[in-house]
């Protein structure tokens, strides 16, 4: 393993942050928390930030001009430009807070499909898609008798892109893709696929609910169209996310919800919409999970997307290696060169679900079951797996912690 | 938590005692629990009394469910299918001997409401059909 590189985060210094981390899951089993791809834990930075909102500048946003109302909308204001400068957005304004990825993908798929999609037209997916980024495209080509095509995953996790100039030649007129997997882990060269459809004439969508938080993710060198990803991820709070897309797009886009904040003039019959980005925010938002979604981001800031990228790199690469050396113990995706911090594996003759059960009693948090991607499990021939997934806070005594736990599951089944 | 994986419940799991399929059987039924892709196919024959008289599963899944499985159908040979039908929760936690959270209970209950879906004649098996 390379530990050479100098400028590594302190780990145990990052752990003191997050108070959940100290907690014991029974008497004198502290947690062991590998499921950070489901959801991430929080630092009190994050936990703070919301307290305070709520403890000193609760009010209702863009509306009223009372003290806490214009606290409260420069807060939740200053979040988004946060979150604009953290993926390179070139305005803040092309930054559209959502629920979560999900929501953002459907906003996509309903506002700007809905506008511009044809009868007949087609669409471009992979096979390693969420559910997230699949059943709203479903929904679309179902109301609007639309084509789903598909790239392909090769037997190692990864995209099998030699297939894709003929997908393209059929004219799709969006791609849309995540860029990291979350249950293989693989991360999918966005920047190649971005200039190779738009070369086409199709914009591309990218899902990146799992890259976001982890590796450095830039916008503009990535040339997307859109951008989905939650916070509660990435170090912030559940129910709230954010949509990118580029300005002249969401400009040209219908409202998603109707309500208000999103108008500028109603009348009995009509309404015309708000501008960007509010167009987009219908009803009172999420504003002190918005704002958690900011501190979160400083956070990560701080600490550095690059070095939160390598610690995963070398935890991953750490656990790969020991997992294979586990008889029985099949790991699936790409080696650690091509992915991000996510183990997804089986273990023969014991199904998923008590794997995790039995390493719960070991106090380590893992997940069971398809993870949301059932099609790219049918392709594995798989029912379920069991994901062990990494964060900037998890360590390599875990590690070993989880492979321990592996051999208990082994004694019980054995 | 190691409770859960009581003896008897990991025998069943290795060598389950009603393993199979019944061809030709009186009543059949199958479902999965989308959360986890445990699949269970369930079969019963009956006498001319209402009796179950031989009882088969078939599928993949769990300890858990495939335990509760085997222990439920060994559990009600012998029974009418008015019994079956007032057969709830309690019954197969009882078998199990176990208690368990919200998510690991879809999985000990499943073979319940394949078999009582079936016995109902039922086109889809419902979370009410174990409900107390």
Not at chain 1, 133 to 151: G, H, S, Y
Not at chain 1, 170 to 190: D, E, F, R, Y
């Amino acid at each position: 393993m390379n530990t050479t590189k100098t400028d590594r985060i302190d780990v145990l210094r990052i752990r003191d942050d997050f108070p959940i981390l100290k907690r014991e899951i029974a008497p004198g089993i502290p947690l062991v928390y590998l499921d950070s791809t489901a959801t991430s834990q929080k630092p009190l930075a994050v936990i703070r930030a919301m307290n305070e909102y709520y403890e000193r500048n609760n009010a209702n946003i863009h509306r009223g001009v009372h003290t806490l109302a214009e606290e409260a909308t420069a807060q939740y204001e200053a979040a988004r430009e946060k979150i604009a400068r953290f993926i390179g957005a070139r305005k803040s304004r092309e930054v559209i807070f959502v629920r979560n990825t999900t929501e953002a993908i459907n906003l996509v798929a309903f506002s700007w499909g809905r506008k511009f999609l044809q009868r007949g037209d087609r669409i471009l997916l992979t096979e390693m898609e969420h559910h997230s980024n699949l059943v709203p495209w479903q929904m679309l080509a179902q109301e609007k008798e639309l084509f789903l095509d598909f790239i392909p995953v090769t037997n190692e996790g990864l995209l099998d892109l030699s297939e894709i100039e003929q997908f393209l030649e059929q004219k799709p007129k969006i791609v849309a893709i995540t860029h990291m997997s979350n249950v293989l882990g693989t991360i999918n060269p966005i920047r190649q696929i971005t200039r190779l459809a738009h070369a086409a004439g199709a914009l591309v969508l990218v899902d990146g609910a799992q890259s976001v938080p982890h590796l450095p993710v830039n916008v503009q060198d990535l040339d997307v169209d859109f951008l989905a990803f939650s916070a509660h991820k990435m170090l912030g709070p559940t129910g709230i996310g954010a949509l990118y897309g580029k300005e002249e797009l969401l400009e040209a886009m219908p409202p998603f919800l109707g309500g208000g904040d999103m108008i500028k003039k109603v009348y009995l019959r009509s309404f015309s919409p708000n501008d960007l980005p509010h167009k987009f925010e219908a009803g009172t938002p999420a504003i002190a999970e918005a704002i958690g979604f900011g501190a979160a981001v400083d956070y990560l800031s701080r600490v550095g997307m690059e070095r939160v990228a390598a610690h995963e790199y070398e935890l991953i690469g750490y656990a790969l290696e020991a997992l294979s050396e586990i008889e029985g113990v099949k790991v699936y995706g790409p080696s650690a060169e091509q992915k991000g911090g996510v183990a997804s594996f089986t273990m023969r003759g014991v199904h998923p679900h008590d794997v995790s059960q039995i390493l719960d009693s070991e106090g380590i948090a893992v997940r069971a079951g398809h993870h949301c991607a059932m099609p790219l499990h049918e392709k594995f021939g798989l029912p379920a797996t069991t994901r062990a997934s990494f964060y900037l806070y998890n360590t390599r005594e875990e590690v070993d912690q989880l492979v321990r736990g592996l051999a208990k599951v082994k004694k019980i089944f054995g | 938590m190691d409770d859960l994986y009581r003896e008897i419940i990991i025998e069943r799991y290795k060598e389950p005692l009603y393993r199979g399929v019944l061809e030709p059987h009186d009543i059949s039924f199958e479902d999965e629990n989308p959360l986890c892709g445990d699949h269970i196919r369930i079969d019963l024959r009956v006498d001319e009394n209402s009796r179950v008289v031989e009882a088969a599963f078939s599928g993949h899944g769990c300890a858990i469910s495939q335990a509760s499985a085997d222990l439920l159908l060994e559990s009600i040979i012998g029974k009418t299918l008015e019994e079956v039908k007032r057969l709830n929760k309690e019954d197969v936690l009882d078998l199990l001997g176990i208690e368990l959270g919200p998510v690991r209970l879809k999985c000990a209950l499943l073979p319940l409401k394949v078999i009582k879906a079936g016995v109902y004649g039922l086109g889809e098996a419902s979370d009410s059909l174990v409900e107390e």
